[in-house]
């Protein structure tokens, strides 16, 4: 099984700040991960692909790099409505989520 | 615009089988460029998914579950389903299907769009 790990687990932020989140996968993974926005009681909603293809009508701040293990999400400067929990997913092999980033205000 | 929309039992009792059926609207369940997966998300806690079908039958079963799952498709309804047997009280959770992304690669990829999620409790 391929696990995911991302960090932190919570981050605390400005509305304007650079944000970065970290997603290591326990093997490598090339460029087969997607990641997640999930707002509280809603369904999480697809923000990249392919590590760094942005899903279409995703704000152009959203951004993700990386290869092999080791992957970031980038929000080039953190809006109101970016305050929510942030999923990475692989699907090299199967498909497995890391356990979250909760963006909270500061 | 594709949705997906879960339905079923929302209290199930410890032992027996959890049962839900996600209906496809505004699309096919036939394409092929497409499986259709279920994840699941206990309370406070984050994303496990549990399997997929393609619309032929073919299917993905995460090796965790993959002894209590079953997961179906009834392609004259643009419909497919979910069961799992001899639940606990681990398996109560938000589930969700979701259109589970295969045109890039032979398999699947990415989950988009997704249902809004139905809460199942097991509790007696």
């Known amino acids: 099984d391929i696990q995911m790990t991302q960090s932190p687990s919570t981050l605390s932020a400005s509305v304007g700040d650079r944000v970065t989140i970290t997603c290591r996968a326990s093997q490598s993974i090339s460029s087969w991960l997607a990641w997640y926005q999930q707002k509280p009681g809603k369904a999480p909603k697809l923000l990249i692909y392919?590590?760094?293809s942005l899903e279409s009508g995703v704000p152009s701040r959203f951004s993700g790099s990386g290869s092999g293990t080791e992957f970031t999400l980038t929000i080039s400067s953190l809006q109101p409505d970016d305050f929510a929990t942030y999923y990475c997913?692989?699907?090299?092999?199967?498909?497995?989520f890391g356990q979250g980033t909760k963006v909270e205000i500061k | 615009q594709l949705q997906l929309q879960e339905s079923g039992p929302g209290l199930v009792k410890p032992s027996e089988t959890l049962s839900l059926t996600c209906t496809v609207s505004?699309?096919?369940?036939?394409?092929?460029?497409?499986?259709w997966g279920w994840i699941r998300q206990p309370p406070g806690k984050g994303l496990e998914w549990i399997g997929s079908?393609?619309?032929?039958?073919?299917?993905y079963y995460n090796p965790s579950l993959k002894s209590r799952v079953t997961i179906s498709v009834d392609t004259s309804k643009n419909q497919f389903s979910l069961k799992l047997s001899s639940v606990t009280a681990a398996d109560t959770a938000v589930y969700y299907c979701?259109?589970?992304?295969?045109?890039?690669?032979?398999?699947?990829?990415?989950?988009?769009?997704w249902g809004q999620g139905t809460l199942v409790t097991v509790s007696s």
């Open positions: 979701a259109r589970h992304d295969a045109a890039a690669r032979p398999d699947p990829n990415w989950f988009d769009p």
């Open positions: 997913q692989q699907y090299n092999s199967l498909w497995t």
């Open positions: 392919k590590a760094s």
């Open positions: 079908i393609y619309y032929s039958g073919s299917t």
């Open positions: 505004g699309g096919s369940i036939s394409s092929s460029s497409y499986y």
